[in-house]
């Protein structure tokens, strides 16, 4: 099994859509969770960062961590076509380890 | 501010030539990464520099050397390039606090035919 998994969609929702983006993971001893958006023909960018369970909110951005389940998500509200891009999940067991990054989601926002 | 600056864009090798991939970043960061990214692969970790004059390999270093040059610039180099070496090269670099963020350079797309 690999530590990080995430499904490739592509996924395609209508413009102002709620959209649900996941990453599962195996090892519990990930205590830093991020995502990073990746535009087309660019370099990933960080877009949340979390260190523990719960939610964190940015904008139309909500990042969601539940440890128990060892379940990560992304909710993207009133989503806009500008939001197309690739959505990297990543994780660290600690601050001076290597990111683990998941495959990426490609997310398409149709007009 | 510049952040992470990759050379070249774009390459195009003929296999078994050589080339190096030049990264640079001025915001003072210690760690450094070179990763490529395939479809359906996602990120796959080459080669980092914890801090200058320290190299580790990561997940798939065959074929790959790299050299840490001072605190800025960390190169990645294809000694004899093969097909299999066709992908898009990210290098990164690493915020020293707490929140750990990674930046990246805008990428080097390289195919060897």
């Known amino acids: 099994q690999k530590e990080v998994e995430q499904d490739p969609g592509p996924l395609s929702v209508p413009e102002g859509a709620i959209v649900s983006l996941n990453c599962t993971y195996s090892?519990?001893?990930?205590?830093?969770f991020m995502w990073y958006r990746q535009y087309s023909r660019k370099g990933p960018e960080l877009l949340m960062y979390t260190y523990s369970s719960g939610n964190k909110e940015d904008g139309r951005f909500t990042a969601q961590v539940d440890k128990s389940s060892k379940y990560i998500s992304l909710f993207i509200r009133d989503s806009q076509p500008s939001d197309s891009a690739t959505y990297l999940c990543a994780m660290i067991y600690n601050r001076d380890d290597k990111i683990i990054f998941g495959k990426g989601t490609r997310l398409h926002i149709l007009p | 501010n510049a952040g992470v600056t990759q050379t070249p864009k774009f390459q195009v090798l003929k296999t078994g030539q050589s080339m190096t991939l030049q990264c640079a970043q001025d915001?003072?960061?210690?760690?450094m990464y070179w990763y490529r990214q395939d479809p359906g692969m996602g990120l796959r970790l080459i080669y980092y520099?914890?801090?200058?004059?320290?190299?580790d390999k990561g997940e798939v270093p065959n074929g790959y050397n790299v050299s840490r040059l001072n605190k800025r610039e960390f190169s990645l180099r294809l000694e004899s390039a093969a097909p299999s070496q066709t992908s898009v090269y990210f290098c990164?670099?690493?915020?020293?606090?707490?929140?750990?963020?990674?930046?990246f350079g805008a990428g080097t797309r390289l195919s060897v035919l």
């Open positions: 520099s914890a801090s200058e004059g320290t190299t």
């Open positions: 090892n519990s001893a990930f205590q830093y």
């Open positions: 990164a670099s690493r915020e020293p606090s707490l929140k750990n963020i990674q930046y």
């Open positions: 915001m003072n960061h210690n760690s």
